[in-house]
């Protein structure tokens, strides 16, 4: 619980200490901007008082002008100056003694000290001011001239005190103004010293037992940083060792499933050359044996038939008999053909699938059309089998399921591999792992993939339903 409050009580003190400060910087800077915003009502105040003796003589002047020159050529433009003069004099007269500042629009009180010259001084403002309606009276609308010399004499009896007394008004504004800015600055320097005294207090008993505080925690976060860099380092180790063992055990189970599969392609190839044997051995017991046999047979049913001493009826039986044996030696001969056709083993795989396409064309009537650029090429055992198997295979499938119309056989020679690709317009099937046993056998498919694959080549099979399938296989073999 103790390392909970420590940080809250210190968020606590930092937030009271900077607010103090915050309020004492604030309030030094309200009362800065107070004093100069009446620094600047007192310097409006002085300037204007100043501008009310210069007016005052203005207005003495004028009025003497106009009624001791009454030849002046420009006398309207004296006396509409001198209207301006005294409207503005007693406006802002008006606004010295009500402390009403019309013209920048604010107020200002004025103290009792002033208050009481404005009071000495408003019958001489009066007077001069009266006398100088009466004078821009006469002038405009003429009388005895009399009476024009008698408020001349009127206004310049009280222009000189009035000149006095306003100087004393500026004086005292300013002295006034003075006094403001000796508060102020006796003020702000209070402020300083309470402001100085509350950070001293701020830095004795916050911010020193939070610096020592943090550097216990920083020291503390050292260590644990020190701690959790090494269990860092251990991890990394382990973890090093334990890729290096994923590692290992991923190489074996590589290796193993390599193994696994050269012993299957191995047992497979094994298999396939026991059956291509075993064919092979059928087909010449089935060509040497069976055949000459039948041959043989077929020779008596000759030499019966050639022979005179029998009837009609029994030469009419042995001729059916021999057409018999006939039929069945071209059977056998078939048979043996497809077990393994000697044509392969002794000119080549494009002689073997051309003979095949004959065949099949000439058995099943199916329109079968076979092209090649091989020569006279001949290639490993294994291969020229593995292809004749595949040709064989995709033919048959594409006469007895696809009841193709048109079937295509190509074997093609290119630069480093051989090219085997049956092509129908059948009935197609759904390329799938579930393919309809109703549209191809899947065994036929798999013997395709499984005779490729251990000539290491690739099979591509596309078919489309109703549009037909096209079987590529291609075999990596150097020139």
């Known amino acids: 619980m103790m390392p909970l409050r420590l940080p809250k009580r210190f968020t606590r003190l930092y937030i009271m200490a900077l607010s103090l400060v915050a309020f004492l910087t604030i309030l030094g800077q309200l009362l800065v901007q107070t004093t100069l915003q009446r620094g600047l009502h007192d310097s409006w105040l002085v300037n204007f008082g100043g501008r009310q003796r210069f007016q005052s003589q203005l207005i003495a002047k004028s009025v003497l002008v106009l009624t001791q020159r009454p030849d002046l050529a420009d006398k309207n433009v004296h006396l509409a100056e001198l209207k301006k003069v005294l409207h503005d004099w007693e406006d802002h007269h008006d606004q010295l003694k009500t402390g009403n500042l019309r013209d920048i629009k604010t107020t200002s009180a004025n103290s009792d000290t002033v208050q009481a010259m404005f009071t000495d001084i408003e019958p001489h403002f009066q007077a001069i001011a009266q006398n100088a309606h009466a004078i821009i009276a006469q002038l405009e609308v003429p009388t005895q001239k009399t009476l024009l010399d008698v408020h001349l004499r009127a206004i310049f009896a009280h222009e000189l005190v009035f000149l006095q007394k ?19 600055s006796r003020i702000e320097g209070w402020l300083l010293v309470f402001t100085l005294g509350v950070l001293l207090i701020e830095g004795l008993f916050i911010f020193r037992p939070a610096v020592r505080k943090l550097a216990q925690t920083v020291f503390q976060l050292i260590e644990t940083r020190e701690k959790v860099h090494q269990a860092n380092q251990e991890l990394q180790k382990a973890y090093q060792e334990l890729r290096a063992t994923q590692a290992e055990l991923l ?5 193993r499933h390599r193994q696994e599969l050269k012993e299957q392609k191995i047992h497979t190839a094994a298999l396939l050359q026991g059956q291509e044997e075993e064919r092979r051995r059928l087909s010449k017991e089935l060509h040497d044996g069976v055949g000459q046999m039948l041959t043989g047979l077929k020779m008596m049913t000759e030499s019966l038939i050639n022979g005179g001493k029998t009837s009609e009826l029994d030469r009419q039986k042995v001729t059916n008999l021999g057409q018999l044996v006939g039929q069945t030696i071209q059977e056998v001969r078939g048979i043996s053909n ?12 494009k002689l073997a699938l051309k003979q095949l396409v004959d065949s099949t064309v000439r058995n099943t009537g199916a329109p079968l059309v076979f092209n090649s650029n091989l020569k006279d090429e001949r290639f490993e055992p294994h291969i020229e089998i593995g292809l004749y198997r595949i040709a064989q295979e995709a033919i048959h499938n594409a006469v007895k399921y696809a009841q193709a119309t048109e079937i295509n056989v190509q074997l093609m020679r290119q630069e480093k591999d051989i090219l085997l690709r049956i092509k129908d317009n059948g009935r197609g099937f759904r390329n799938t792992k579930k393919t309809s046993k109703t549209l191809v056998p899947s065994h036929g498919l798999t013997n395709l993939q499984e005779r490729t694959r251990l000539l290491d080549g690739k099979i591509k099979i596309q078919s489309i339903v109703g549009q037909g399938t096209e079987i590529t296989v291609t075999i990596p073999h150097q020139n």
Do not use: H, R
């Open 166 to 184: 306003m100087n004393q008004i500026v004086f005292q504004y300013d002295q006034e103004a003075k006094a403001k800015v000796t508060s102020l």
């Open 251 to 255: 190489e074996a189970t590589q290796v």
């Open 338 to 349: 497809n077990l393994m056709p000697t044509v392969l083993n002794d000119f080549g795989i």
